[in-house]
């Protein structure tokens, strides 16, 4: 693979998303995202078709006035064959919906906080939402419970955002997020809540120092290992038994610091990264570039690659009919674009 290739752009019909999430179905893979009128909607990229889904209120049940307020931030399991949906937004504390009938499965009580991000980590065996609401640590929701008012299943005294990254390390479920006072990058244990180890924030390059701004976990060299974009364009892997960072990856070039998402998934069953770059508040010309990674030699795949103009949300990794692509999402152009990973 030299470089990404666009293959499919989709234009969001009712505007832009302010929250998405990728699904694996039995029909292949699933955006979810927000909906700027209430409820979500869905993308099935094989067909190109666009689907919303109403969403009951979570504390006016049967009321058909509406649904609940416009979700700013979500996230998407599949939860005993049905697809689950767990959000919420500034106005409305966390509730779980089934998304095929818009059903209530678990809200959270009526005067809890709002919401500021959620994640739905794709692990063995375990079906969890992390939901961080304003001014609270992270919560930790069963996404396999239904029924009522849901109880979380502990808390973590951590951050959770787009930025953090979750996975497997020594069979237990992680998650390496930033510290929320810009103190160290720590790695948590979600089943115990317990702090593992950290690392620094900050890279030593030949330019400086560069934050770190994005995180994911992989397996490279058959060990679990962090993966951490820096706000100037670098990438690099960690180690976590000395809880350092390694050199940075041949081709990181510097740029003008914004921030930089990473993302990753397999090639051939060849671990890869794709990173993307976004301003919250770009000039009018600002574009978002991408670029793909070899996780394996320590080196970029091909230059970097113009994706949305006026930025991007995030960036997923997934597969069509076995061919691994990654998924964007603009921030001001109301767009989709999947980008093939062929090697």
Not at 236 to 250: H, I, M, N, S
Not at 282 to 300: K, N, Q, V, Y
């Amino acid at each position: 693979m030299t470089e990404l290739l666009l293959v499919q752009t989709a234009e969001i019909p009712f505007g832009r998303l302010a929250d998405f999430d990728l699904v694996t179905t039995g029909a292949g893979p699933l955006l979810v995202g927000t909906h700027p009128a209430g409820g979500v909607c869905t993308w099935d990229p094989l067909r190109d078709r666009w689907a919303v889904h109403r969403l009951d209120s979570p504390w006016r049940p049967g009321d058909e006035t509406g649904g609940p307020a416009a979700l700013s931030a979500l996230g998407a399991l599949v939860v005993d064959g049905r697809l689950v949906v767990g959000g919420g937004s500034d106005d409305q504390p966390f509730a779980q919906w089934d998304l095929d009938s818009g059903a209530v499965r678990v809200f959270a009580d009526p005067d809890d906080y709002g919401v500021e991000a959620v994640g739905a980590p794709e692990l063995p065996g375990r079906s969890l939402f992390l939901v961080s609401p304003e001014a609270e640590a992270v919560a930790v929701w069963d996404a396999a419970a239904d029924g009522g008012t849901g109880e979380r299943s502990g808390d973590l005294n951590a951050r959770y955002d787009r930025t953090a990254a979750t996975g497997m390390l020594n069979d237990r479920p992680t998650l390496v997020t930033r510290d929320e006072d810009g103190g160290p990058i720590w790695v948590w244990d979600l089943d115990k809540r317990a702090r593992l180890g950290n690392f620094d924030t900050e890279l030593a390059t030949e330019a400086g120092a560069e934050m770190l701004t994005s995180f994911a976990l992989t397996n490279v060299g058959g060990r679990p290992r962090p993966v951490a974009a820096g706000g100037c364009g670098t990438l690099v892997l960690g180690d976590f038994d000395r809880g350092t960072w390694g050199e940075p990856f041949a081709g990181s070039e510097p740029h003008d610091e914004m921030d930089t998402m990473v993302s990753v998934g397999a090639v051939d069953g060849l671990p890869i990264a794709v990173t993307g770059t976004d301003d919250p508040y770009p000039a009018p010309d600002f574009t978002s570039l991408i670029r793909a990674w070899d996780l394996e030699r320590g080196r970029a795949l091909g230059r970097p690659v113009t994706a949305h103009v006026g930025g991007m949300i995030g960036v997923r990794l997934t597969e069509l009919d076995g061919r691994p692509l990654a998924v964007t999402v603009g921030r001001r152009d109301a767009s989709v674009r999947v980008w093939a990973l062929d090697r």
